[in-house]
């Protein structure tokens, strides 16, 4: 996905206009990456205990490389 695109998902939302989700990208890099993963999760129906499940599963397929 294009970033204007991300910009625009995230800007609907969190109730802010594209632009203003663009100025974080470039002004509060680690603000924009956990709205933009937040949202990514939101978008997917992702709950938390499913986000802890993903993870454990990744670590468990890093364990057997």
């Known amino acids: 996905m294009k ?3 991300i910009n625009e998902q995230v800007a609907r939302f969190v109730g802010k206009s594209p632009l203003t989700i663009k100025g974080w990208q470039t002004h509060h890099p ?8 937040g949202a990514f ?23 057997k490389e």
């Open 3 to 5: 970033k204007k695109d």
């Open 30 to 37: 680690v603000l924009w990456d956990l709205v933009t993963l």
């Open 41 to 63: 999760c939101k978008e997917n129906n992702l709950t938390e205990e499913e986000i802890v499940k993903l993870i454990e599963l990744k670590e468990l397929i890093r364990g």
